[in-house]
């Protein structure tokens, strides 16, 4: 069990890369490579059962072979040592029992080494039972102003984080102002940390050393469901719930629906999500907005604009 949730995860982790990446996979014409390494993952994840199936099959067929030594000699002792009228009525008896005697020591063994296998499952459990909670989500004493943070300053003086206690540190002290309103870019090459400052400032990773203030005030002093409910992230991956249209809008029911449209109309979703029998509360399966083919043949479409220039400009480049 140990060895396969080991080797299990390294299983679905290399798949849904795939899986992810399976347009550059292909751009670079190594599909045999993914191939074979999936298939050599899935041994590698196979051979522990195979290993343990062939160990009980093994012990079982000793354990059997034991069985069937002690009965045939006390049924050939008691044959041999004649006791009594009645002996063999009692062999008869004794050699049934005997022979259920030889499947019940296999069960019962069985069952002991699967329970041995599955109590792995509750020591994790244990462990998990000690892992550190989060901080707590408010602390009464310290709670930001409903409006903040009005401006949007962000100060961070001399952050560093690490993931775990003796991990190497990821980000080394970063200084940096942001004033409130500027829209900024974070450059950096890939595990830079980029991800690592935003995670830092939603504390889901939290600073060993330095501080971020937000409007001066100190994120580390504040409860976190405070924190992160006044901030917003749009991730660079879309999430959709399964759920109507406004679940996954507003979760939390904090919203009117008259705000819910005017959204919906800036994003230019007002008229799909209006054409719906149910509007708002209508579930429906995810489908594609525009096919590229239709958006690149639409007069003004700005999809259909970027290609064009697209092969404009390879084809200048490849002349
Ligand atoms: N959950 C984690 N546990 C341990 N180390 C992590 C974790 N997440 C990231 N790291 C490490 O922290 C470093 C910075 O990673 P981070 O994801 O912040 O980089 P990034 O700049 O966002 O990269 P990318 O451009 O690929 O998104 C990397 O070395 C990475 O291995
Ligand atoms: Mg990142």
């Given at each position: 069990m140990r060895i396969n949730g080991t080797t299990?995860?390294?299983?679905?982790?290399?798949?849904?890369e795939s899986i992810a990446g399976a347009m550059t996979i292909r751009a670079f014409g190594l599909e045999d490579r993914f191939f074979l390494k999936n298939l050599d993952l899935?041994?590698?994840?196979?051979?522990?059962?195979?290993?343990?199936?062939?160990?009980?099959?093994?012990?079982?067929?000793?354990?059997?072979?034991?069985?069937?030594?002690?009965?045939s000699s006390t049924t050939l002792a008691m044959a041999l040592l004649q006791v009594g009228s009645s002996s063999s009525g009692i062999i008869g008896m004794e050699m049934s029992y005997g022979l259920s005697l030889n499947i019940f020591l296999v069960v019962s063994l069985q069952l002991q080494c699967l329970l041995a296998n599955l109590i792995v499952s509750v020591e994790r459990l244990e462990?998990?039972?000690?892992?550190?909670?989060?901080?707590?989500?408010?602390?009464?004493?310290?709670?930001?102003?409903?409006?903040?943070?009005?401006?949007g300053k962000v100060e961070i003086h001399n952050v560093k984080v690490r993931y775990r206690p003796n991990a190497p540190l990821v980000l080394h002290g970063i200084c940096c102002t942001i004033e409130g309103g500027y829209k900024i870019g974070i450059v950096g090459r890939t595990g830079?940390?980029?991800?690592?400052?935003?995670?830092?400032l939603f504390r889901l990773v939290e600073a060993t050393e330095g501080e971020i203030l937000v409007d001066g005030l100190n994120i580390s002093t504040?409860?976190?469901?405070?924190?992160?409910?006044?901030?917003?992230?749009?991730?660079?991956?879309?999430?959709?719930?399964?759920?109507?249209?406004?679940?996954?809008?507003?979760?939390?029911?904090?919203?009117?629906?008259?705000?819910?449209?005017?959204?919906?109309?800036?994003?230019?979703?007002?008229?799909?999500?209006?054409?719906?029998?149910?509007?708002?509360?209508?579930?429906?399966?995810?489908?594609?907005?525009?096919?590229?083919l239709k958006l690149m043949s639409r007069e003004g479409s700005l999809f259909g604009q970027l290609v064009r220039e697209y092969w404009s400009r390879t084809s200048n480049s490849s002349n």
């Open positions: 299990q995860s390294s299983v679905a982790s290399h798949l849904a899935i041994d590698r994840n196979a051979s522990p059962y195979f290993h343990n199936f062939s160990a009980s099959e093994w012990f079982i067929l000793r354990l059997e072979i034991l069985c069937a030594i002690v009965l462990q998990y039972m000690h892992i550190p909670s989060e901080a707590p989500e408010i602390i009464e004493s310290n709670r930001p102003e409903p409006n903040w943070p009005a401006v830079s940390g980029k991800t690592t400052l935003i995670s830092a504040i409860g976190l469901h405070d924190l992160r409910s006044h901030f917003a992230i749009i991730p660079q991956d879309p999430t959709l719930f399964v759920g109507s249209v406004r679940y996954n809008l507003d979760p939390l029911l904090e919203h009117t629906d008259q705000e819910i449209w005017e959204v919906l109309e800036k994003c230019q979703l007002r008229a799909v999500i209006q054409e719906k029998e149910d509007g708002l509360n209508s579930v429906g399966k995810l489908i594609e907005y525009d096919e590229p």
